[in-house]
């Protein structure tokens, strides 16, 4: 293979090499025997807990093991356990874990048995006799905490982030939205491109305004000071344009409309692409939702997508600008003005 | 601006670069014996989309390969009764007929039935069913009503697939094997339609792409599992209003970078195999012409390696070939 390095060796070098490989693939091939052959016997020995682990070492995608060890657990572990010794077992269960999606952070099976160990942790300890939350609160805890180690390491992996919702949405206390909103905060602080954060962001948002936990509208004004500080600090960042339009959503709110068409001319010169496209989608957000019938916001509309479609920079944003132009619906934008973007284009493209 | 020229396409050098992948991979890829029948696929479809097939390999190693994949078929255990009335346990489960990964999961000869560890697999299933057709098949040997079953066990109460009747992954990748694996059957019986397409809608982003699964951010891969699982099922698109096609055109078309190739995500690098997940997601929508083909393929050009295969960023080593096909798609279409 190209990238592994070819060594010389001599033949009897490479007669020991083969060998200790056999004496490697025979254990392994003994070790899954042993395994299965005491799984169908439906022996749930320390014995066979041990070398469940010892063969998910070597293979952790083998989800049948992994059930059996599960199986061990409940069948012939828990039930000789006091409720303190059955969550320092699914405690080290978790450590087990962690240290094996070090090695392998996509194997599905290791998320699983992780949830089921979270979803099994017992009741207790005993506060006044009374069994309390505290050993799954702590376990659903650190969970959070890993998955703000894997967003450090990496903060758009969104295998992570789609856990870190898992195990918010599980907790048997759930952490109020307030926290998760400040969390995306510093995400967003230390990286306004991080559109992962942006993503948890809105939805958290969403959560909290459905909820009525805050004003929609308060809100979506704080949020609008918030990515206009992104859309100054980098005008050509693509997080803040998304998030933007999502906060705008389909227009409804005439002030905070205008208010941003405002905004966005000022930032016309630093970044005409962007701005001119988003412009020309506000102000028909602003002519279809408000003033369907004014003639000077139509003029305005249409000297602004003629301006539109005379940004032939970079290609790719050329092709979002005919994205804009020609989903205008056909009442607003006549033939003459179609025939224009199309001669200026240089191709034809059909917005049927 | 229009290069003047591109950089020749080398084909051959791919086409090496897949053949040495189909004989053997070093023991550094050895976590990748799992998937070991949908790598074969990648390295299969490469050689044929590029028409070097038949030029690179010969008739008994494709039979041999026709021979490897169909040993890979399992099917539910057949219940043994060992005397009237009684009938013995069947570990395996009944879950129907479909491709493993490999024998990966066996320590003995691999045998036609499995045995609770060693299940079908539906992203193999429908690795499997074309690599088959790539190696011309008659499919006389395909267990199609065993098949039906196995779809149905995969299918999860919200109208997703699991990879494996015990579980596994679930989202629009593993959705999108089911209605592939439906369209090539041409039989929809397999599978609760109108579920499933209810779970491809619960993907979209707001961004207008479709997450993996639920709430997530909009991801190039599983958009085009989502648009082509449509077209598949609906021919038309039907669940798409006008103002949801532009809006997905829109997110497709802003994510292709200025060095031409194409990002899997909002604000991520550009990365040689969404040239054919957004670039294919865009066809589906009668949306082509807005990609600036020119320069998408002179930034595939850039990732070749020159000793063979596509990397996904130019100057890193492609690895192995998982888009390698995909990548050459766009470039040749």
């Known amino acids: 293979m190209h990238h592994v390095k070819r060594n010389r060796q001599t033949p009897e070098a490479l007669a020991e090499k083969k060998q200790r490989e056999k004496s490697k693939i025979d254990e392994f091939l003994t070790l899954t025997d042993d395994v299965l052959s005491r799984k169908k016997k439906q022996e749930w020995s320390n014995d066979a807990f041990e070398l469940t682990q010892r063969l998910l070492q070597i293979n952790p995608e083998s989800y049948t093991v992994w059930n059996y060890r599960r199986n061990i657990l409940l069948n012939g572990i828990f039930p000789q356990s006091t409720p303190e010794q059955i969550n320092s077992l699914l405690s080290n269960e978790l450590s087990m874990t962690t240290t094996a999606l070090k090695a392998n952070p996509k194997v599905y099976w290791i998320w699983n048995h992780r949830r089921w160990c979270l979803e099994n942790v017992p009741d207790g300890p005993e506060r006044n006799e009374v069994p309390s939350m505290e050993w799954r609160q702590a376990n659903w805890d650190k969970e959070l905490f890993v998955t703000e180690r894997m967003l450090d390491a990496d903060a758009r992996n969104f295998l992570a982030w789609n856990y870190r919702r898992y195990v918010l949405a599980n907790m048997p206390t759930r952490r109020p939205e307030a926290s998760e909103l400040a969390y995306t905060s510093r995400k967003i602080g230390a990286n306004f491109s991080n559109f992962s954060a942006w993503h948890q962001r809105s939805k958290t948002l969403a959560r909290l305004w459905e909820s009525g936990q805050l004003d929609p509208i308060q809100s979506r004004d704080d949020e609008f000071e918030l990515v206009s500080n992104a859309l100054y600090t980098d005008p050509d960042d693509q997080s803040a344009w998304i998030y933007h339009r999502w906060l705008i959503g389909s227009g409804e709110n005439k002030t905070q409309l205008e208010r941003e068409i405002q905004l966005i001319f000022e930032l016309l010169q630093e970044q005409p692409d962007r701005c001119m496209e988003s412009l020309v989608h506000y102000k028909r957000l602003l002519l279809q939702n408000h003033s369907p019938d004014s003639q000077t916001l139509k003029q305005e509309y249409q000297d602004l997508s003629l301006r539109l479609s005379a940004v032939f920079t970079v290609l790719p944003y050329c092709a979002m600008v005919r994205v804009a132009v020609c989903s205008n619906t056909p009442v607003l934008v006549d033939n003459a003005l179609d025939t224009c973007i199309i001669n200026k284009a240089g191709t034809v493209w059909s917005h049927n | ?333």
């Open chain 2, 1 to 333: 601006m229009l290069p003047t020229s591109l950089p020749l396409l080398s084909k051959g050098g791919h086409a090496t670069h897949c053949k040495r992948c189909l004989s053997g991979l070093p023991s550094s890829q050895v976590d990748i014996d799992p998937a070991k029948l949908a790598l074969s696929f990648y390295c299969l479809g490469s050689l044929d989309v590029s028409g070097e097939l038949e030029k690179k390999t010969r008739d008994w190693e494709r039979e041999q390969w026709r021979e490897w994949i169909w040993s890979q078929q399992t099917r539910e255990p057949v219940l043994k009764s060992k005397c009237v009335g009684e009938l013995s346990q069947s570990p395996g489960g009944h879950y129907g007929t479909g491709f493993r990964a490999s024998s990966y999961m066996t320590t003995k000869h691999s045998t036609e039935e499995y045995s609770g560890h060693d299940n079908p697999q539906i992203i193999m299933t429908y690795t499997a069913l074309l690599s088959l057709s790539i190696l011309r098949d008659d499919f006389s040997r395909l267990d199609r009503k065993g098949l039906l079953k196995f779809l149905r066990s995969c299918q999860n109460i919200d109208g997703s697939f699991s990879s494996e009747p015990l579980g596994g992954d679930s989202d629009l990748r593993t959705t999108f094997c089911a209605f592939a694996i439906s369209t090539m059957l041409d039989d929809w019986s397999g599978m609760d339609v109108a579920n499933a397409l209810q779970f491809i809608c619960s993907c979209r982003s707001y961004e207008g792409g479709y997450g993996q699964s639920p709430f997530g951010e909009a991801l190039g891969g599983t958009t085009y599992c989502a648009l082509a699982a449509l077209q598949l099922a609906t021919k038309q698109l039907d669940p798409l209003s006008l103002q949801d096609r532009q809006k997905t055109i829109r997110w497709l078309v802003q994510n292709q970078a200025s060095n031409g190739g194409f990002s899997g995500r909002t604000n991520k690098d550009a990365d040689a195999c969404y040239c054919f997940w957004c670039g294919a997601s865009l066809h589906v929508l009668n949306a082509g012409d807005l990609i600036d083909k020119a320069a998408m393929t002179s930034f595939i050009a850039s990732c070749q390696f020159k000793y063979g295969g596509i990397a996904k960023i130019p100057g890193e080593h492609p690895g192995t070939p998982f888009s390698n096909p995909l990548t050459l798609q766009q470039t040749l279409s």
